[in-house]
C-alpha cells in the first residue's frame, strides 16, 4: 500500500462526508467509499489523480479500503457533550447573549470562519459543533467589547491533553471578530511549551509565519488588511525591539487589526510587555479591549503570599490587566484546585482584583475518542497499565541530585522494545507517516536524566545491532537473544494484536533506524523537533519541561516514576491523556502500583467533584460555592488545603464537608483476629438496635437509632490506615467522621445487607442475612475491593419505603439528598481467598450541595503536616 496515496484519498472523501448535514449512518460512510472506489477503477489512477488535483496516486487494495471505511466510521461517530457553566452573582444579572443573539449574527466571522474551515478535515463534526457552542457560551461571559468600561474574570476547565489549546484558539478568533484589540496568551513557563503555543496560534489565528503562509493562511487569498500583529514569534518570545520591528511604527490607538503576543509566564517578559504598553500609551488604555487568557493557570499565577505583598508574576498579571479599561481575564486549566483558593475579596487600588474567576467557570466535556483518565485507570481490567516492580535498587523514587545510575531497570528496556514494536505496527496500519513518542520521566534531575538517556543510547544500539544483522534471517530469535526479547515483549503486552510476530518483525527492521532518543531538560543540546517533512519516532528524556501543556506526538509508551502525591502534579505530568486514534489498543503506561492507586484516588476526587459542578450549575449557584466544595471534598480537600496554606503556616486545619457522600471502608485488613474483633463489633451493634427493624427486601433496616451506638461501633471497628493519619486515601476518613458523630445532633439510621453469597451470618436469633459476594485484589496485609466500592447499586435506597424507592432511582446523590438521617451500612463479605467473612461498612451522610452547617474541623497532626511539607519542597526541588 501507498501510505501517501492511500491518506489523500482518504481525505478527498473524508471531505465530501463532511459536507453532509447531520449525523452519518455506517451505510452512508460505506457508500461514499465504495462510490469513491469505482470511481478510481473507471477514470484510471492517473486520470483520478487529475481530478484530485495532485501529482500521481497509485492503486488501493481491498484491505485499504476496508480500513478506509472503519477510520471514517470512528473518525465520524464521535461525540461529544456541551460544557456547564456556573455563574457569579453580578454575572447572572448582565447581558449573557450579547455575542450569540446580536454581535454574532450580523459579524462576517472572518477570524472563526477561516479557523473553522481549517478544523474541518481534523476534528469530527460534533467536536467542531460543540467547540463552536462552548466557544460561544465563554464569549456571551467576557463582556462585548464595545462596553465603554468592564473587568471579567472567568475559568475554563478542561481535561489534560484534551485539546485546550484548540478551544481558546476558537476564542481568540472570536474575540477578534467581535473587536478585542489586544490578545495576550500567557502560555507557561518554558520555552519549549511558548513555543509550541505560538506555532499552533500561528495556524489558528496569525495565519503567516516567518513571511510564509501557514494553517488558515492556506486556504485562500490572505488578506493584509485583516493579518493579525504578532508581535511575538516561533523562535523569539517578547522584546522591545522586536516588538517595535513587528509593529512597523503603527499608531495602535487607530488600529483596525487585532495585535497578539504569546508569551512565557516569566516575571521578566511580563514586566517587558508592561514597560512597552506604558511607552506606547501614557494613560489607561481605553479605546482598545483587551482579552488575556491564562494558560495552565493554575501554575505560577496564583498569589501564594500575602494581598500587601503578591508574589512576582501574580502582581504583573494583575498589572497588566489594570492598563485596561476594557478586560477579561480567561483562565486555562485542567487542575482548577490552586484557581479556587484565590481570596475572591482581594484586590488593591493599584493592582485591581486578583484572579479569582468571580464571573463564570465552565467546564468543558471530552469527545468520546478521548484517551482519558477514566478509560485508563478506573477500566476493570487495567489494560494500558504495566506495574514497575524493579526500579527500588537502581533508582529508588526518593533520589538525590548525586545519585549515581549503573544500570536501566529491566521493565525499562522493556518499555523500550515495546516501543520500537509500536512503530512498527503502526507503520503496518498504514500510519506510518504519523509520528510515534516515547516518554520516559523518571527523575527531577538534569543530572539523572543525561545518565538515563545515555544507557538508552547503549541499549538502542545494541538492540539496533541485533535487528539490522540478525532481523531478517529465518527464525531470527534463534540467533539473537535480543529479538527473542523483543519477540516475548510482543507476546506479553499485545497478544491480540492483528499482525503475526514475523510481520511485526519485519515492520521492527524498516523502522529501527529511524528512531532517535532526545532529552528535554535545561540543559538540552539537541532540541527536540517533530519534523513536517516527516515522520519524528523519539524516545524522550524529561521531567518537569515535558508536564504541563507540552504535547508529546504519538505518545504511545510512557515510563513515570515520580514520587509526589500531589493531584494536580500528577494530572499534568500525565502526558499519555489525550486522543490515540487508530493505536489506542497498543498504549501502555508503566509506573508503581502506589502511582496507580493515586491516580486512582484523584481521579474519581474528580469525577465527583464534577458531578457536584452540574448540580450546581442547575441550582444557579457560584464559582464561590464551587470553590469552597473543592477545599471541603472529603477525598481531595486535605491536600488541596494542605499545598496551598502550609506556606504561609506551620498549623494547618482542614474543613471537611461529608454531607452528600458516602464512605466506606474499601481497603480491609486480612489479620483475622482483627477481622473478628470487627464482626463481633457488627453483632454488638445489631444487638444494641434492638428488634425494631423494618425488612427491605433482606436488608435489616434500623430507624431512630442513637448515636451513642454508632459511636461505639465506630471507636471498636479497626479500620485500616493507609500513609495518611486519616483514612482519606482509603476512603474512610475515620476522624472526621467520629467528630461529625461527636458533634452532629441527630439520629442515625442502620442497615445490615444481604447478598447472595451461601455463607450466613446470624447475630442474633431473629436477624440472619447471607454474605454479599465481593471481587477483591490481595494487596499483602489487605484486600482492597474492586472500584474500592464495598455497597452496591442504590444501596441508600433501603431507608425509604418501596414507592418512594422506586420514584428516586439509582443516583446514589440524589437519593442522599432526600435522607433525613445519616445511615451506617453494615457488611459481611464473602470474598475468594479469605477462609472466613470480612467485616465492612459505609457511613452515607444526608445532603447535598446546599448543604452548609454540618462541616468537621480538625487540627491536621504535626507528623502529617510534615509529611506534606517534605514534599513540597521535593516538587520545588528540580533542576530540570
Known amino acids: 500500500m501507498n501510505d501517501n496515496s492511500y491518506q489523500i484519498i482518504k481525505q478527498f472523501v473524508g471531505d465530501k462526508l463532511s459536507k453532509k448535514d447531520g449525523t452519518l449512518p455506517q451505510t452512508k460512510i460505506q457508500d461514499e467509499v465504495e462510490e469513491t472506489s469505482k470511481l478510481m477503477v473507471e477514470l484510471g489512477p492517473s486520470t483520478f489523480a487529475r481530478v484530485l488535483s495532485v501529482p500521481q496516486l497509485s492503486p488501493l487494495a481491498d484491505d485499504d479500503w476496508k480500513r478506509m471505511i472503519r477510520e471514517l466510521e470512528t473518525h465520524f461517530n464521535v461525540e461529544m457533550s456541551n460544557g456547564i457553566l456556573i455563574q457569579g452573582v453580578d454575572q447572572q444579572q448582565r447581558d449573557n447573549i450579547w455575542w450569540t443573539s446580536k454581535e454574532k449574527l450580523t459579524n462576517e466571522c472572518y477570524y472563526w470562519n477561516r479557523y473553522r474551515e481549517y478544523l474541518k478535515p481534523a476534528l469530527p463534526p460534533d467536536v467542531l459543533r460543540s467547540m463552536d457552542e462552548d466557544t460561544d457560551v465563554v464569549m456571551d461571559n467576557i463582556e462585548d467589547p464595545a462596553i465603554e468600561q468592564f473587568a471579567r474574570y472567568g475559568m475554563a476547565v478542561g481535561h489534560v491533553q484534551s485539546g485546550k489549546t484548540a478551544n481558546y484558539s476558537a476564542l481568540v478568533c472570536k474575540a477578534a471578530d467581535a473587536g478585542y484589540k489586544f490578545i495576550v496568551i500567557i502560555a507557561g513557563g518554558i520555552n519549549n511549551l511558548r513555543n509550541q503555543t505560538q506555532e499552533r496560534l500561528n495556524e489558528a489565528f496569525v495565519g503567516v509565519d516567518k513571511g510564509n503562509p501557514v494553517g488558515v493562511g492556506k486556504l485562500g487569498r490572505l488578506m493584509t488588511n485583516r493579518l493579525p500583529i504578532s508581535l511575538t514569534t516561533t523562535e523569539q518570545d517578547f522584546n522591545k525591539q522586536d516588538a517595535n520591528k513587528n509593529a512597523q511604527g503603527l499608531n495602535f490607538d487607530n488600529i483596525s487589526t487585532p495585535v497578539i503576543l504569546v508569551i512565557k509566564k516569566n516575571t521578566s517578559t511580563l514586566r517587558n510587555v508592561i514597560s512597552w504598553l506604558k511607552s506606547q500609551y501614557k494613560n489607561q488604555i481605553s479605546s482598545h479591549a483587551m482579552l488575556m487568557i491564562d494558560d495552565e493557570s493554575d501554575y505560577a499565577s496564583i498569589n501564594t503570599k500575602t494581598e500587601d505583598d503578591p508574589t512576582t508574576i501574580n502582581k504583573n498579571l494583575r498589572k497588566l490587566i489594570s492598563l485596561f479599561r476594557k478586560s477579561a481575564y480567561v483562565a486555562y486549566t485542567a487542575t482548577p484546585y490552586a484557581n479556587i483558593f484565590i481570596d475572591h475579596l482581594a484586590g488593591t487600588d493599584d493592582l485591581g482584583k486578583d484572579l479569582f474567576p468571580e464571573d463564570f467557570i465552565y467546564a468543558l466535556q471530552a469527545p468520546s475518542d478521548y484517551f482519558g483518565a477514566r478509560k485508563i485507570f478506573l477500566s476493570s481490567d487495567a489494560r494500558y497499565l504495566v ?115 514475523a510481520d511485526v518483525l519485519n515492520g521492527v527492521c524498516e523502522i529501527v533506524n529511524t528512531i532517535v532518543i532526545r532529552q528535554v531538560h535545561s540543559e538540552t543540546k539537541i532540541p527536540l523537533e517533530y519534523r513536517k517533512d516527516g515522520p519524528t519516532n523519539a524516545i524522550v528524556v524529561g521531567g518537569a519541561s515535558l508536564s504541563r501543556g507540552f504535547t508529546l506526538e504519538g505518545l504511545s509508551v510512557s515510563y513515570f516514576l515520580r514520587n509526589t502525591v500531589f493531584y494536580d502534579t500528577l494530572m499534568q505530568m500525565g502526558r499519555w491523556f489525550g486522543y490515540r486514534t487508530d493505536y489506542e489498543d497498543i498504549c501502555r503506561i508503566y509506573m508503581s502500583n502506589d502511582m496507580i492507586q493515586n491516580f486512582r484516588i484523584i481521579i474519581e476526587a474528580t469525577e465527583d467533584l464534577f458531578d457536584d459542578f452540574g448540580r450546581m450549575s442547575k441550582a444557579k449557584m457560584t464559582p464561590k460555592d464551587f470553590g469552597l466544595a473543592v477545599t471541603q471534598h472529603p477525598d481531595s480537600g486535605l491536600q488541596v488545603t494542605a499545598r496551598n496554606k502550609l506556606k504561609n503556616s506551620k498549623d494547618l486545619y482542614f474543613e471537611m464537608k461529608l454531607d452528600g457522600r458516602a464512605k466506606e471502608t474499601s481497603w480491609i485488613l486480612k489479620d483475622n483476629e482483627i477481622n473478628q474483633g470487627n464482626i463481633e463489633a457488627i453483632s454488638r451493634i445489631v444487638r444494641a438496635a434492638g428488634s425494631r427493624y423494618e425488612r427491605a427486601h433482606h436488608t435489616y433496616v434500623w430507624k431512630r437509632a442513637d448515636k451513642d451506638i454508632v459511636l461505639q461501633f465506630l471507636n471498636d471497628f479497626k479500620v485500616y490506615y493507609p500513609t495518611d493519619p486519616f483514612g482519606i486515601t482509603a476512603r474512610m476518613p475515620i476522624e472526621f467522621v467520629l467528630k461529625y458523630v461527636r458533634e452532629i445532633d441527630t439520629k442515625w439510621d442502620i442497615a445490615l445487607y444481604s447478598g447472595q453469597s451461601k455463607r450466613t451470618y446470624d447475630p442474633t436469633d431473629d436477624v440472619k442475612v447471607w454474605a454479599e459476594e465481593r471481587k477483591v485484589e490481595d494487596k499483602g496485609t489487605i484486600y482492597e475491593v474492586l472500584n474500592r466500592q464495598v455497597s452496591s447499586g442504590a444501596s441508600e435506597g433501603v431507608v425509604f419505603d418501596g414507592d418512594e424507592r422506586r420514584l428516586l432511582g439509582s443516583n446514589r446523590k440524589d437519593i442522599r439528598e432526600r435522607m433525613k438521617r445519616p445511615l451506617l451500612m453494615l457488611h459481611l463479605l464473602d470474598v475468594e481467598g479469605s477462609p472466613s467473612l470480612l467485616a465492612a461498612f459505609g457511613v452515607s451522610f444526608p445532603g447535598g450541595i446546599k448543604s452548609t452547617d454540618r462541616t468537621v474541623k480538625l487540627k491536621i497532626n504535626t507528623v502529617y503536616a510534615l509529611y506534606i511539607e517534605k514534599m513540597l519542597k521535593e516538587e520545588a526541588d528540580h533542576d530540570d
Open 387 to 501: 506495574a514497575i516492580e524493579d526500579n527500588d535498587q537502581i533508582l529508588p523514587l526518593s533520589h538525590k541530585i548525586d545519585t549515581f545510575v549503573h544500570e536501566l531497570p529491566e521493565s525499562l528496556l522493556e518499555a523500550v522494545r515495546l516501543f520500537v514494536i509500536n512503530v512498527a505496527i503502526r507503520k503496518l496500519r498504514g500510519q506510518g507517516n504519523k509520528h510515534n513518542s516515547m516518554l520516559v520521566h523518571a527523575t527531577r534531575f538534569t543530572s539523572v536524566h543525561k545518565q538515563l538517556s545515555a544507557h538508552i543510547e547503549e541499549y538502542f544500539s545494541a538492540l539496533k545491532k541485533n535487528i539490522t544483522a540478525y532481523g531478517r534471517l529465518s527464525s531470527p530469535e534463534n540467533y539473537s537473544h535480543v529479538i527473542e526479547q523483543i519477540r516475548m515483549t510482543f507476546v506479553a503486552r499485545h497478544p491480540n494484536v492483528e499482525f503475526s510476530w
